[in-house]
């Protein structure tokens, strides 16, 4: 059993973790992931490590509530525990020579290119962060990412909050600007990170993307999330369980990817309010 140690709203539909999870706390890199059940009749669920606290023992999850086992996680609190915590899986995310870097998150996906940023912080690359979100009511991290990059620009799709527009915007002015980076690396929705490679594309910046599809056992088995690669003209398959999650962004086949994403959206909405009328009950 692994003890929730602490919880944090960061806005109505994204919640923030703290588990105690020593084992996986002192591997853990950025880029990584776990695989979670909150009860023992519960499904496995994969979340990226959002950070982590070797001397505390803790990893530190931010998820959105979508779906019925997200609605359960929501309604666990501090003190609470969790059934099964599972990792590091996956490669970390690849940093040695890249000294600038633009990191491109979207959305929850911004929790996920937090630590990132922090990493290439860390090492001493310069940063530049452009997030976006729907809404300022939806922004989450910004003091995170300012304390992390040499330069922030923060998007919302109404304009309520930073710039009106969405995450290209910005970013097809820096490269037509000139702005040399080494590598772009964006996390968010799919349709988000299709876009960035598309801008990025005239000017040759390498883009890393990562890739969050169906998952169940997190080892290659099942081969629920794999995806289609287009490279040297062939069509490869790879899993982004054990080959990713990040992936290179020209090579993904995004269509494909949107398209099996989309396979259980019925399902997970009714498991959903299957789960919302049992708290509702309770």
Do not use: W
Request: include cysteine.
């Amino acid at each position: 059993m692994y003890k929730i140690v602490e919880k944090k709203v960061l806005n109505p539909t994204v919640i923030q973790m703290d588990v105690e999870a020593p084992l996986v706390a002192k591997k853990a890199k950025p880029g990584q992931f776990i695989i979670l059940r909150t009860d023992e009749d519960g499904e496995r669920i994969p979340l990226t490590v959002a950070g982590c606290d070797a001397s505390a023992g803790t990893v530190r999850i931010i998820f959105q509530v979508v779906g019925g086992t997200t609605e359960k996680l929501k309604h666990k609190e501090a003190g609470d525990f969790l059934a099964d915590f599972v990792g590091p899986l996956g490669v970390a995310t690849h940093t040695d020579g890249i000294g600038k870097v633009c990191i491109v998150g979207g959305g929850v996906g911004c929790a996920i290119a937090m630590p990132v940023a922090q990493e290439f912080h860390r090492l001493g690359a310069k940063v530049t962060s452009i997030i976006g979100f729907r809404n300022k009511d939806l922004l989450i991290l910004e003091d995170e990412f300012k304390a992390c990059s040499d330069s922030l620009t923060v998007m919302t799709d109404d304009g309520s909050y930073g710039r009106h527009g969405n995450v290209t915007v910005p970013l097809k002015e820096m490269l037509e600007a000139g702005e040399k980076f080494d590598r772009i690396i964006t996390i968010g929705p799919l349709i988000m990170m299709k876009f960035v490679v598309a801008a990025a594309r005239p000017f040759g910046v390498p883009v890393t993307v990562s890739m969050n599809p169906i998952m169940i056992d997190g080892t290659g088995m099942c081969g629920g999330c794999r995806l289609t690669l287009c490279r040297d003209g062939k069509r490869v398959v790879k899993f982004a369980c054990v080959d990713g999650p990040d992936f290179d962004g020209y090579e993904v086949d995004f269509d494909e990817a949107m398209s099996r994403g989309r396979t259980y959206a019925d399902f997970e909405r009714h498991a959903y309010e299957e789960a919302c009328n049992l708290f509702k009950k309770a």
